[in-house]
């Protein structure tokens, strides 16, 4: 398969738009910028680009403790358990554990998978209404606004990242809005991040931390003094599907 | 003209008269809604983030800019934010009484119902105070990030006692 993803559509249709994020994020202009989170008043740009560095190696065997976090952060799941008539491959699901088996040697780990916050979301290319989106920092999210339900980015999105909810819901949290026939995901605990910027960990970040095992690095990629951006340069990442050429958001080592 | 009043047809007239004034002395009798109060003032001036004429008019346009906005763009101001409001108007959900927003008593409810224009806000935002939620971040423009960032006011203890005095409104 090509390394080279034909993106003259995407340049066609974005253009204007894709000219002015060029020129925003020259090179060197934010090196020695303090990480510090923005005022709440002030809009997210391009400047930043949050992304997660995931070591599966120090993922914990059979350990779910990402996915309780993200269910208690967000108010899915078992947290709100408020979908009675649908099968459990129907309900939310914001981030999954998955295993991996090598079935020549039996070796299994395995890793958390969510919303992969592509720089070219499939999703994003497919929402006829425009409630599948991108902000300038790159995180991916839904506008339940304007979200028809008709879940079109669910059939693109090749991580099966998103959920589609078929029943009232009640006691939302207030950080999380969903509701009843419209799609979501994984935010990048985006309230974290407009709270804290650089210095904010997502929920599951936290609980894998609380729970020893600090598999998760959160961080801005066009920051080469992060945390993350470090881990990168030394160790590398792999991109789930890295030949769909999507520039993932969400980065591991160990697979 | 006399001979149009035969008793027969003052007798229709008169009934069709009391039918007529049934709808008009119902409509006299339908009460105003009931509105809740909030829960603390915005300042001492103004009990809500606008003047109350202004935010019984337009609510709806200053919730639709801030909600593209912190859908957008991250800006995530507390002086319009539907999280606010709700901390304000709506009680806290105490042991045994949950004011929901298909209720009467819920603040947006009491008057939605009664202009009969119905909001689809609660089906995917929560209608109710988180538990730990502060109530009345308003009061006196007080609370982290209220406004903006930059233009925190301090307020002193004379505005504090005079708005608590003045009552919540």
Known sequence: MSEHVDTSRRRFIGGTAGAAAGMSIAPGVFLNQVAQAKPADQPVTSENRWGMLIDTN???????????GCMEENGWGDINDSEPHSAPEQKAQWIRIVELRDTRTGYAHQLPLMCQHCKHPPCVDVCPTGASMKRADGIVLV???????????MMACPYKARSFIHEDLQDQLVVAPRGKGTVESCTLCVHRVDRDGADAVPACAEACAAEGHDAFVFGDLNDPNSEISRQLALHGGTEIRADLGLDLGVRYRGI | MTRLFKPLQSLVLA????????????????PRPDIPQANARYSEAQGCVEPTEEMRKNHMEYILHQRDETMRQGVRTKQYSLEECINCHVPKP?????????????FCSSCH????????????????????????MHRLGGGKGHHFTETETELT???LRAATEEGLQ
């Open chain 1, 58 to 68: 120090k993922c914990g065997d059979g350990c779910d403790a990402c996915v309780r």
């Open chain 1, 143 to 153: 506008d339940k606004h304007i979200c028809i339900g008709c879940r079109y980015c």
């Open chain 2, 15 to 30: 009934v069709g008269m009391a039918f007529l004034a049934i709808p008009l002395l119902a409509g006299a009798e339908v």
């Open chain 2, 94 to 106: 105490e042991s045994g009484k949950i004011v929901r927003s298909d209720s009467k008593e819920h």
């Open chain 2, 113 to 136: 119902s009664y202009a009969a224009v119905k909001i689809d806000c609660f089906s995917c935002h929560r209608d109710t105070p988180m538990p730990d939620a502060e109530p009345g």
């Open chain 2, 157 to 159: 203890a004379d505005v």
